[in-house]
Nanobody
Framework: QVQLVEPGGGLVQPGGSLRLSCAAPESIFRNAAMVWYRQAPGKQRELVAIITSSGTTSDADSVKGRFFMSRDDAKNTVYLQMSGLKPEDTARYYC???????WGQGTQVTVST
């Protein structure tokens, strides 16, 4: 199953950058689309980005131009490179294959002065 890999979330200043990583077994990862979701307190879980098995990406409007998803098939790993972070990006971030079969613990990203 998917598993978040360090370095992961944490406390970041506004305007800062952070990269999240997520790995999965090769048998699951190789032909799977992967997604990042996030959920802020009191809010619904939100799709942040998706990457297909061929590497095509799509991002939520709220993160376009700031977040970039990529995948490394040799490492069975996807990444979410976040820059220009804003306080409203504060949320717990989750990684999964698409469609989502289960949710892990996620990782907390807090953007604050």
């Amino acid at each position: 199953q998917v598993q978040l890999v360090e370095p992961g979330g944490g406390l970041v200043q506004p305007g800062g950058s952070l990269r999240l990583s997520c790995a999965a077994p090769e048998s699951i990862f190789r032909n799977a689309a992967m997604v990042w979701y996030r959920q802020a307190p009191g809010k619904q879980r939100e799709l942040v980005a998706i990457i297909t098995s061929s590497g095509t990406t799509s991002d939520a409007d709220s993160v376009k131009g700031r977040f970039f998803m990529s995948r490394d098939d040799a490492k069975n790993t996807v990444y979410l490179q976040m820059s220009g972070l804003k306080p409203e990006d504060t949320a717990r971030y989750y990684c999964s294959t698409d469609p989502v079969s289960s949710w892990g613990q996620g990782t907390q990203v807090t953007v604050s002065t």
